[in-house]
């Protein structure tokens, strides 16, 4: 089993709708949760982190970590074509050294 | 505010050849600096991690070795490149104890 899992998609959407992408993550000690952001031919940016359970919102996104299922998400509110891209999740390891990332989700935002 | 810098863009490389890719930051000291592959359908593939100067951890064995002979500076090599060497690298830096990750334009590298 993967440590951090992540459905690749695609995943097409109409303009203004409400995006959810999802990650399952495997080693119950993992506590730190970044999502990354991924345009063609670019290197990720760094959206968002959390730590532990709980949500955190900026702007149109949140991001929702459950510790107790093991899920990590990215809620996108009203979409824009300009948030096509491959979002990437990732956790920090147990030994704190490395981010482990999930393969991504490609995102198409259609006008 | 900090800037991450990767060349050459882009590079086409017979099979055999010795690879040279050069990473630098500028705009904060001590960086933990981070080499990844990214492959179709593959994700990001940590393949090497730097605390400081001369201090490389190796995650995955293969034909590339990393340097750090600056504090910001990180360079991949290759003595002779595989067909399967091919990919987007990207370097990374990050600062801190929750690691957060920034990473650079990316290498693209086509191995013929």
């Known amino acids: 089993q993967k440590e951090v899992e992540q459905d690749p998609g695609p995943l097409s959407v109409p303009e203004g709708a409400i995006v959810s992408l999802n990650c399952t993550y495997s080693n119950s000690a993992f506590q730190y949760f970044m999502w990354y952001r991924q345009y063609s031919r670019k290197g990720p940016e760094l959206l968002m982190y959390?730590?532990?359970?709980g949500n955190k919102e900026d702007g149109r996104f949140t991001a929702q970590v459950d510790k107790s299922s093991k899920y990590i998400s990215l809620f996108i509110r009203d979409s824009q074509p300009s948030d096509s891209a491959t979002y990437l999740c990732a956790s920090l390891n147990q030994a704190g050294t490395a981010l482990i990332f999930g393969k991504g989700t490609t995102l198409s935002v259609s006008s | 505010s900090q800037t991450i810098h990767q060349w050459p863009a882009t590079l086409v490389q017979p099979v055999g050849s010795p690879l040279s890719l050069e990473c630098t930051v500028e705009?904060?000291?001590?960086?933990?600096l981070y080499w990844y592959r990214q492959a179709a359908g593959r994700g990001l593939q940590l393949l090497f991690y730097?605390?400081?100067?001369?201090?490389i951890s190796s995650e995955v064995p293969q034909n590339l070795s990393a340097s750090r002979p600056q504090d910001r500076q990180f360079i991949l090599s290759s003595k002779k490149l595989l067909l399967s060497d091919s990919g987007f690298y990207l370097c990374?830096?990050?600062?801190?104890?929750?690691?957060?990750?920034?990473f650079g334009p990316g290498t693209r590298l086509t191995v013929l």
């Open positions: 705009g904060t000291s001590n960086p933990n």
């Open positions: 730097s605390v400081g100067i001369g201090q």
């Open positions: 959390t730590y532990s359970s």
């Open positions: 990374a830096w990050s600062v801190g104890p929750y690691n957060e990750q920034f």
